[in-house]
């Protein structure tokens, strides 16, 4: 089991900057893969960014360029670096978490952080 808290969301100016954190706790050495997804009123969770356990990054096309993925291994904590924020970024950003432990599959939710983009 893994444990998951937010924190960083926010009230923010169009092309202003937020950074949410996400520690976890628990299991977390079968942690594989952390991301950021969203989910905007009506509209289905997107993913937004993902960093690998081999460091590899992947970004959804609406955020390349701006948001940016990092992770501090010795804290067990995944962050997501958000500048030039715009209106249709506003949503709830939830940390993800996936795991494998002897190829069990896990897949881990934090509660979710407001994020609001006034223009």
């Known amino acids: 089991q893994v444990q998951l808290v937010e924190s960083g969301g926010g009230l923010v100016q169009a092309g202003g900057s937020l950074r949410l954190s996400c520690a976890a706790s628990?299991?977390?050495?079968?942690?594989?893969?952390k991301g950021w997804y969203r989910q905007a009123p009506g509209k289905q969770r997107e993913l937004v960014a993902h960093?690998?356990?081999?460091?590899?990054?992947n970004y959804a096309d609406s955020v390349k360029g701006r948001f940016t993925i990092s992770r501090d291994n010795a804290k067990n904590t995944v962050y997501l670096q958000m500048n030039s924020l715009k209106p249709e970024d506003t949503a709830v950003y939830y940390c993800?978490?996936?795991?494998?432990?002897?190829?069990?599959?896990?897949?881990?939710w934090g509660q979710g952080t407001q994020v609001t983009v006034s223009s």
């Open positions: 628990g299991s977390t050495f079968s942690i594989n893969r």
């Open positions: 960093v690998s356990s081999d460091g590899t990054t």
């Open positions: 993800n978490v996936k795991t494998d432990v002897m190829g069990r599959r896990g897949d881990y």
